[in-house]
């Protein structure tokens, strides 16, 4: 029998039956979370986030609780990393980092795509969310998507001894 590829059709179905698989056995593959339904990889090379808030942070850091003012003690042993470039903290509904430049940045952690926590990658000097592969650029601007809104920033300065770093909106 001859067939024409171009007029057959298969359904999806069909399709994973004549695989060998089951729906049952997708429905395992998706509620196990494996590679079959990830969208992005996560960088483990990236310095793991400070808890939050911690001992060494002054004031509010929880933009549900009113506007954003803090301080934070980089001389406190929980935040002293930030002294050095391409380390960061989640503090309260913040992301503080000190990127390559020396310079400190602070943005809401919250990815604007679906809600997951953002991290600081230091390697390519951004934000990134490893939910679904959205990068930020140190401004909150949106780099690359799914996300379509960016970050919102915050003021931050550094007091002359280097010691204190206040963050505002």
């Known amino acids: 029998m001859k067939s024409n590829l171009a007029t057959e059709t298969i359904k999806r179905g069909e399709f994973l039956r004549s695989l060998g698989l089951s729906t049952g056995a997708l429905m395992a593959f998706y509620c196990m979370g494996t590679g079959l339904t990830a969208c992005s990889k996560s960088d483990s090379s990236d310095p793991a ?14 933009a549900s609780k009113g506007a954003i003012s803090f301080t934070v003690d980089l001389t406190n042993s929980n935040y002293s990393k ?11 509904s913040l992301i503080v980092a000190k990127a390559k430049s020396g310079s400190f940045i602070a943005l809401s952690k919250t990815c604007t795509h679906e809600g997951t926590e953002v991290k600081y ?3 390519q000097d951004d934000i990134y969310c490893d939910n679904h592969g959205s990068e930020y650029s140190l401004t909150g601007a949106v780099d690359v998507g799914p996300a379509t809104k960016p970050l919102t920033q915050y003021k931050t300065s550094l007091s002359a001894d ?5 963050v505002t909106a």
């Open 49 to 62: 986030p400070t808890p939050t808030p911690a001992a060494g942070v002054t004031g509010n850091a929880d």
């Open 82 to 92: 930030l002294k050095t470039s391409g380390q960061y903290a989640i503090i309260g």
């Open 121 to 123: 990658r230091a390697a």
């Open 162 to 166: 280097g010691n204190t770093l206040t």
